[in-house]
């Protein structure tokens, strides 16, 4: 799978000059095939894909 996330931004997250956005996170988070909530960092209950997750 693709983020769809230029290598720009993507770059300047990583470098702090910019926040991750809650669209960036989720858009990296399909790309890896994980549920976007898994990469929030918060602790809350989802279903994604049929699944539940607690995170």
Same mark, same amino acid.
């Given at each position: 799978?693709?983020?769809?996330? =230029?290598? +720009?931004?993507? =770059?300047?997250?990583? %470098?702090?000059?910019?926040?991750?956005?809650?669209?960036?996170?989720?858009? %990296?988070?399909?790309?890896?095939?994980? %549920?976007?909530?898994? %990469?929030?960092? +918060?602790?809350? =209950?989802?279903?994604?894909?049929?699944? =539940?997750?607690?995170?």
């Amino acid at each position: 799978m693709r983020a769809h996330v =230029s290598k +720009s931004l993507l =770059s300047k997250v990583e %470098c702090g000059q910019r926040p991750a956005s809650p669209e960036l996170v989720a858009a %990296c988070a399909r790309g890896l095939g994980l %549920c976007p909530p898994i %990469c929030w960092g +918060s602790p809350i =209950s989802t279903s994604c894909g049929g699944i =539940s997750w607690i995170c």
